[in-house]
């Protein structure tokens, strides 16, 4: 059974870092692109960044793009994303997710519960 | 960018009844159009991929249909447990994936 768990999440003040991690298991993440994606009541649901499991070719919605940076610990079986210069839009439950296929096909067919980030003065 | 704008918002039914549910994209988006659940508390659930294909272990009370800018989520009949928000997705845009900004089905 493919399982996700998000940890890292938490309260950081504007222009803050945070890095969030995911830990996988009942498949080989290597196989597989992931992402993040995030939530809010405002925006809904929103893609944040893919990495591919065929060649690590990373890539980012443009809201993050310079700021935050996708990884992966194959190793681990780990996801990560490292977020700097945090603003109060960020504020979310970010997810992190399986895609199908190892290319990235953004068919997101297994996701973890979420870890909550707040950035807030 | 594509938009993806979902109707309507709320969808009040009873158990038993037929729902369904509409995802217009600003542009085409060929077939490339997914369908979630979501339940409070918990992540989204896939239920249909490329706009007609059921998702591992989706009952076949759901189905898709469209193509193109036009697409629909049928429940044929509602259970209980079919009470959630549902959100379609596009990856057409790749490797942006768009969502549409919901449809609460509501116990009436």
């Known amino acids: 059974e493919v399982q996700l768990v998000e940890s890292g999440g938490g309260v950081v003040q504007p222009g803050g870092s945070l890095r969030l991690s995911c830990a996988a298991s009942g498949f080989n993440s290597d196989d597989y692109a992931m992402h993040w994606v995030r939530q809010t009541p405002g925006k809904g649901l929103e893609w944040v960044s893919l990495i591919s499991g065929d060649d690590g070719s990373t890539y980012y919605a443009d809201s993050v793009k310079g700021r935050f940076t996708i990884s992966r610990d194959n190793s681990k079986n780990s996801l990560y994303l490292q977020m700097n210069s945090l603003t109060t839009e960020d504020t979310a439950l970010y997810y992190c997710v399986k895609d199908y296929d190892g290319g990235g096909s953004l068919r997101f067919d297994s996701w973890g519960q979420g870890t909550l980030v707040t950035v807030s003065s | 960018e594509i938009v993806l704008t979902q109707s309507p918002a709320t969808l009040s039914l009873s158990p038993g009844e037929r729902a369904t549910l509409s995802c217009r994209a600003s542009?085409?988006?060929?077939?490339?159009l997914a369908w979630y659940q979501q339940k409070p508390g918990q992540a989204p659930r896939l239920l249909i991929y490329d706009a007609s294909n059921r998702a591992t272990g989706i009952p076949a009370r759901f189905s898709g249909s469209g193509s193109g800018t036009d697409f629909t989520l049928t429940i044929s009949s509602l259970e209980p447990e079919d009470f959630a928000v549902y959100y379609c997705?596009?990856?057409?845009?790749?490797?942006?994936?768009?969502f549409g900004q919901g449809t609460k089905v509501e116990v009436k």
């Open positions: 542009q085409s988006v060929s077939s490339y």
């Open positions: 997705q596009e990856r057409n845009s790749w490797p942006r994936g768009t």
